[in-house]
């Protein structure tokens, strides 16, 4: 049996469907990240499978921008969400719709 790209790509959408489905119904925000990271690199592995099919290293590219900008977005949510546990005790975003202002 021979994996084709479009088998990664529909492994890519299982894997993204798990992200939104869990950024949807979990309250916890560590969950929240833990599925914004799925759905990103769901995209990952469609830019790379994307890149492989047509024979350029553009999808490679892009996935290194995505992981520097996730990495990023790790560092800071995670500091947030340890300030505010910090503070309140609680890592449910029901708690934490007080924060608006």
Do not use: C, H
Request: proline share 1%; hydrophobic share 65%; charged share 10%.
């Amino acid at each position: 049996m021979i994996v084709t790209p479009g088998w990664y790509l529909a492994l890519a959408a299982v894997i993204f469907v798990i992200g939104a489905s869990g950024m949807l119904l979990r309250r916890n925000a560590l969950v929240m990240f833990m599925s914004v990271e799925l759905m990103l690199n769901a995209a990952n592995l469609s830019f790379v499978a994307a890149g492989r099919a047509l024979g350029v290293l553009d999808g490679q590219a892009a996935v290194f921008f995505v992981m520097v900008v996730a990495a990023a977005e790790v560092v800071v949510g995670l500091a947030i969400i340890v300030a505010v546990f910090r503070r309140r005790a609680t890592a449910s975003v029901d708690e934490l719709s007080g924060l608006k202002g």
